[in-house]
């Protein structure tokens, strides 16, 4: 279903990847080069626990999180 989401993005010629990682995103997001993870949030209360941990992936690896 996100292969399919993104293809759009890929066919306007965005270097979209979209891939399956056993361990830390972050550590994910560094071995494929990517600048950015993409997140969805669900309530409030994911803003927070994802804030903070966005924070310290960006202040270890320098990923940026979107949500």
Known sequence: ???AAVEPLRASGADVRV???AGL???AARELGA???VKGLR???DFE???QMAH????????????
């Open 43 to 45: 309530t409030s209360g």
């Open 49 to 51: 626990v994802e804030q």
């Open 35 to 37: 600048d950015f993870i």
């Open 56 to 67: 310290t992936n960006h202040v270890v690896s320098g990923v940026r999180t979107v949500y």
């Open 19 to 21: 891939a399956a990682f």
């Open 1 to 3: 279903m996100i292969d």
């Open 25 to 27: 995103a972050v550590d």
